[in-house]
């Protein structure tokens, strides 16, 4: 264990943060072998993770960067393996489905416009291949046999699916300890300063030596970045969830904005690469998510709402993730996304062992924070 | 069984559970009066149909879920017992609306 003050190197590596993204890293590392500090603020910290709504999510993403449509593509059929090494190591269950997913129309201009958005974004150089089909109004219904008169139909994505984050934190906190490594709460990072070969991290609780650092902090890694001579431009966002008691399964498969959990919850969200209507979102939100969630489903006009929550979500300035290695500090990684659910097994099963080698892989390079310097003015 | 700990006279409030009459006290929660029915069991859950009862007695489990005076899924332990009313446990699995 380490005490403000010692000056050996503690750990292999520190991991800041102990959020999905952070624990995902964590894990992976510790499962190689390496010596695992995850730093983690305490009960009161603003964690996204907590607040997400656990879709494992493929369809729409990437307009603007083709490389992480190919990113959430491999995600996305990576994570079973990442659900069964979690319940072999863990014994939990994280609830992986992965049915296929819907994003609805509730009017044919809605509907165009999908199909528009899908096309400039399948239309893109260097986009990775895989299906996304517009489907009318009676073929979404043979699959989500509830959805109501108002559905002119909808795009669907077999590659799409959900779990329980909560189950998925929990399992990677498990798996990490599991591996020896060592959980660390309490321990906001105040500064981060490199001397005699190891990155030495301030907190309230002391200071703790490590040699390589990892930065995981969500919308912390702004101003942890620069420490360490990286740079992590964030937009924090606020969210919104609406959830419902506990009902028989009769929701088959995720929609962007509503899923029925493992357990029977409905949650209802609202999701940023998917706000289609931004005039709408100039109302209370939680009114509009709940009026297009009934209009989709109109059995869920007599469901209970248990309660409603809004979190912050962590979000980088363009919504793509970013990943790099210090130039000026080698050693020290920045690991930040918005889809710490989706690209969770990217994360543990790639980027770990990358850090626990020393390099970020080449292919990586359309993720590095240089993007938001070689902007045009 | 569970047993009552105090001896505090407190008024008899009547009430049914699943058309059963059953006497209880004044200031039960519904999930109380349950318990002390022999009642340990009230619902059965929405995905696994498994049995499930009272548990946390403070609304934050919603494990306690019942039927009172007709209105179903209700939090047993956030409401205090009156005179006649019915309380009715849950058979069959909570449906989306119907």
Redesign the interface.
Known sequence: MTEAGTERRDYDVAVVGGGLVGAAVAWGLARLGQRVAMLDEGDDAKRASRGNFALVWVQSKGLGMAEYASWTVRGSQAWPALADALSRETGIDVALQQPGGFHLALSEKELETRAQNLMRLHNQPRMVGYETTILGAADVRKMLPDVGPEVVGGSYCPLDGHVNSQKLLRALHTGLARHGGTYLPGRRVNGIATRDGAFRLSTPRGELAAAKVVLAAGNANMTLAPMVGLSAPMLPERGQIIVTERVAPFLHHPVVTIRQTDEGSVMIGDSKEEATDPAGMTFPINTVMADRAVRMFPRLARLNVVRTWSAIRVMTADGFPIYEQSTTAPGAFVVTCHSGVTLAANHALEIAPMIAKGALDESLGAFSARRFDARPR | MLARVDDRHQRTIHISIDGRAVEVRAGDTVATALLAADIAACRI???SETPRGPYCLMGVC?EC?VTVDGVG?RQGCLIEVREGMAIETQSR??????
């Open positions: 859950s929405a995905v919603f879920l899924n699995r909570r449906e989306a609306g119907r």
